[in-house]
C-alpha cells in the first residue's frame, strides 16, 4: 500500500531565504509523485510532478524537487521565499499499476509561515 | 471551462440525516475521488473510481457510499451523519491518457459539511 510522510508539520522561514520541505514515500513499483498547494479557504493546486526521466522537475512559482529513489524521498525545494509562498504544502503519491490502480494518497501536510 | 465542480458548497446537517455530494467534472477523465479534510490530518481518501460503474474504498471509507452512474458525476452519499463527518469534502478527478503515463489531479473547491 502507498503512504506519504510529511516530516513537518509547521516550518517558518524568513522573506527571501530558501526553502525545503520534505516528503517521504513508501510504495511498491515505480511512484508517481506531486506537490500541490493549497491557500486558506481554497481548493489546490499542482505545484509539480513527477512521473520519469529526469529526477530533477521544475513546477510553478519557481519551485523544484528532487525525485531520489534510494531515499524514497520527493522534498519540495525554492531558493528565496516571497510572502505570498505562505500557505500548506501537500506531497502526493500515485498508483498507477497493481491492484491499488488509480489511487491517490496525500501526506498530511506541512503548512509554511513567511516571516517579513 | 468549468473543470471540476462540488454541490453544494455549505451544508449544515443534523446528526442522522442523510445527504448526497454531487462532483461534476467536464474534461472527460477516467478516475475521480472523493476526500475528507480534517486539520492536522491532510486529504484522505474516502472513496474513488477509475472508470464509470466502478468505485473503490480509499483511506476512510466507513459511514460514505458512493455511485458512478455517468462518467462525469461522482456522488458522495452520507446515509446517517454523523458529528465526525464534520469535515471539508474536496472532490478531484485526473485523465488516464492512451500512453499509460498518470497525470495530474485536478480539484473543485470543496465542500464545507457541519454535523449537528
Known amino acids: 500500500a502507498q503512504s506519504v510522510t510529511q516530516p513537518d508539520i509547521h516550518i517558518t522561514v524568513s522573506e527571501g531565504a530558501s526553502l525545503e520541505l520534505r516528503c517521504n514515500y513508501s510504495y511498491g513499483a515505480t511512484p508517481y509523485l506531486f506537490w500541490y498547494v493549497q491557500s486558506p479557504g481554497q481548493g489546490l493546486q499542482l505545484l509539480l510532478k513527477y512521473f520519469s526521466g529526469d529526477t530533477l522537475v521544475q513546477g510553478i512559482k519557481g519551485f523544484e524537487a528532487e525525485f531520489k529513489r534510494s531515499q524514497s524521498s520527493f522534498n519540495l525545494r525554492k531558493p528565496s521565499v516571497h510572502w505570498s509562498d505562505a500557505a500548506e504544502y501537500f506531497c502526493?503519491?500515485?498508483?498507477?499499476?497493481?491492484?491499488?490502480?488509480?489511487?491517490?494518497?496525500f501526506g498530511k501536510g506541512t503548512k509554511l509561515s513567511v516571516k517579513p | 471551462n468549468a473543470g471540476v465542480t462540488q454541490t453544494p458548497k455549505f451544508r449544515v446537517l443534523k446528526t442522522g440525516q442523510s445527504m448526497t455530494l454531487l462532483c461534476a467534472q467536464d474534461m472527460n477523465h477516467e478516475y475521480m475521488y472523493w476526500y475528507r479534510q480534517d486539520p492536522g490530518m491532510g486529504l484522505r481518501l474516502i472513496h474513488y473510481?477509475?472508470?464509470?460503474?466502478?468505485?473503490a474504498k480509499g483511506e476512510v471509507p466507513d459511514g460514505y457510499n458512493v455511485s458512478r452512474l455517468k462518467k462525469q458525476n461522482f456522488l458522495l452519499g452520507l446515509e446517517s451523519a454523523a458529528p465526525s463527518q464534520t469535515s471539508v469534502y474536496f472532490c478531484?478527478?485526473?485523465?488516464?491518457?492512451?500512453?499509460?503515463?498518470?497525470?495530474?489531479?485536478?480539484f473543485g473547491q470543496g465542500t464545507r459539511l457541519t454535523v449537528v
Open positions: 473510481s477509475v472508470g464509470e460503474g466502478t468505485t
Open positions: 478531484a478527478s485526473r485523465h488516464r491518457d492512451r500512453g499509460r503515463r498518470d497525470t495530474e489531479a485536478f
Open positions: 502526493a503519491v500515485g498508483a498507477f499499476y497493481g491492484g491499488s490502480q488509480g489511487n491517490l494518497i
